[in-house]
T-cell receptor
Framework: GESVGLHLPTLSVQEGDNSIINCAYS??????FIWYKQESGKGPQFIID?????DKRQGQRVTVLLNKTVKHLSLQIAATQPGDSAVYFC????????????FGSGTQLTVLP | DAGVIQSPRHEVTEMGQEVTLRCKPI?????LFWYRQTMMRGLELLIY????????DSGMPEDRFSAKMPNASFSTLKIQPSEPRDSAVYFC????????????FGSGTRLTVV
C-alpha cells in the first residue's frame, strides 16, 4: 500500500522577497519558544528564541512574533536567500517541564532564483 | 567548540543485529537528549538525561531500546534486536542549565535496518 508520511507545509518564495513561516503551538502554558532550521542531511540548527513575556524579537534578518491569544508563532525572514532553503521547525517548552522541547512538524521553505 | 559529535554518520545493519549509536555532548552542557526523526512522525524525543541521570524515557518505543550516559561526555543509544521499522535518523542534542538558547544538535546517525 501507499505509505503515508507527514505532509510538510511548503512555502516557495523568490530570492530577495520576505518569507513568513507560521506555527500553531499546542500548550497555553508554554513559556519559551524556539525556531530551528534544518538543512538536508544536517541536524536542526537554532535560529532565534522568544520567551512568553515578549511578543516580538529580532535577530539578523529574522524576526519572531508571538501571539499568545491564539497560540501562534511566526518567523519572518527578510530578503530571503538561496541558503535559507531548508525545513523550519518551531519548538515550545511547557513551563515546568524543565528542559524538554516539543517540536512541530516543520515547514519546507524553497527559495526560487 | 566542536559541537555535539555523533557516530557513526551512517549505519546499515541487518534485522536482528545490535546497533549502538554514540554521542559526545558539548563540554559543560548538563542535559542530553536523544531524538528520532522519520517522515511519518517527525522529531520524537526518546529520552533525556540531566547530569548523567535519565529523567524521562517515556519516548523510548520499547524494551529493545536502551540508553546510557556513563559520564558527562558520552552517551549511547542501543537497539537490540534491530528491526526495519527502526530505520530513521537519530539525533543527539545537548543543552546547558535551563535550556536557554535551545538545544545544540549533532549531525545525526542515519540508521537503515534491512
Amino acid at each position: 500500500g501507499e505509505s503515508v508520511g507527514l505532509h510538510l507545509p511548503t512555502l516557495s518564495v523568490q530570492e530577495g522577497d520576505n518569507s513568513i513561516i507560521n506555527c500553531a503551538y499546542s500548550n497555553s502554558a508554554s513559556d519559551y519558544f524556539i525556531w530551528y532550521k534544518q538543512e538536508s542531511g544536517k541536524g536542526p540548527q537554532f535560529i532565534i528564541d522568544i520567551r512568553s513575556n515578549m511578543d516580538k524579537r529580532q535577530g539578523q534578518r529574522v524576526t519572531v512574533l508571538l501571539n499568545k491569544t491564539v497560540k501562534h508563532l511566526s518567523l519572518q525572514i527578510a530578503a530571503t536567500q538561496p541558503g535559507d532553503s531548508a525545513v523550519y521547525f518551531c519548538a515550545e517548552r511547557f513551563s515546568g517541564s524543565a528542559r524538554q522541547l516539543t517540536f512541530g512538524s516543520g515547514t519546507q521553505l524553497t527559495v526560487l532564483p | 567548540d566542536a559541537g555535539v559529535i555523533q557516530s557513526p554518520r551512517h549505519e546499515v545493519t541487518e534485522m536482528g543485529q545490535e546497533v549502538t549509536l554514540r554521542c559526545k555532548p558539548i563540554s559543560g552542557h548538563n542535559s542530553l537528549f536523544w531524538y528520532r526523526q522519520t517522515m511519518m512522525r517527525g522529531l520524537e524525543l526518546l529520552i533525556y538525561f540531566n547530569n548523567n541521570v535519565p529523567i524521562d524515557d517515556s519516548g523510548m518505543p520499547e524494551d529493545r531500546f536502551s540508553a546510557k550516559m556513563p559520564n558527562a561526555s558520552f552517551s549511547t543509544l542501543k537497539i537490540q534486536p534491530s528491526e526495519p521499522r527502526d530505520s530513521a535518523v537519530y539525533f543527539c542534542a545537548s543543552s546547558s542549565t535551563g535550556g536557554v538558547g535551545g538545544y545544540t544538535f549533532g549531525s545525526g546517525t542515519r540508521l537503515t535496518v534491512v
